[in-house]
């Protein structure tokens, strides 16, 4: 009986309280994959695109740099004309992924 309230105890944790490695979007529980607008500047279309991302396993442990500074700098842009998110999240938080996108010139 300890042991099956250990492990609930342990999972609880792992999916619920998992700090920085959760996003604020919409999960399903096998796949899901949801893309959107984070924000939009005045300046004119680039052609240029940077991404940056970071991941989640078991919502436990969580790697990577998924900010709008790191996606620009990969993309060498200097002037951001957009900014967009791409998630990917697979049986709720076993294996999450966050995208940052930018495009500018």
Same mark, same amino acid.
């Given at each position: 009986?300890?042991? !099956?309230?250990?492990v609930l105890s342990t999972l609880f944790i792992?999916?619920?309280?998992?700090?920085?490695? #959760?996003?604020?979007?919409?999960?399903?529980?096998?796949?899901?994959?949801?893309?959107?607008?984070?924000?939009?500047?005045?300046?004119?279309?680039?052609?240029? #695109?940077?991404?940056?991302?970071?991941?989640?396993?078991?919502? !436990?442990? &969580?790697?990577?740099?998924?900010?709008?500074? #790191?996606? &620009?700098?990969?993309?060498? !842009?200097?002037? !951001?004309?957009?900014?967009d998110y791409y998630e990917l999240t697979i049986?709720?938080?076993?294996?999450?992924?966050? *995208? #940052?996108?930018?495009?500018? *010139?």
């Amino acid at each position: 009986m300890k042991r !099956i309230l250990l492990v609930l105890s342990t999972l609880f944790i792992a999916f619920f309280l998992t700090g920085c490695s #959760t996003t604020p979007t919409p999960k399903g529980w096998l796949v899901t994959t949801c893309k959107g607008p984070v924000y939009g500047t005045s300046n004119s279309s680039g052609s240029k #695109t940077g991404t940056a991302a970071a991941y989640s396993v078991l919502g !436990i442990v &969580a790697w990577g740099d998924a900010s709008v500074n #790191t996606a &620009a700098k990969n993309g060498s !842009i200097s002037k !951001i004309q957009n900014v967009d998110y791409y998630e990917l999240t697979i049986l709720g938080y076993l294996f999450a992924q966050y *995208e #940052t996108q930018v495009y500018g *010139e």
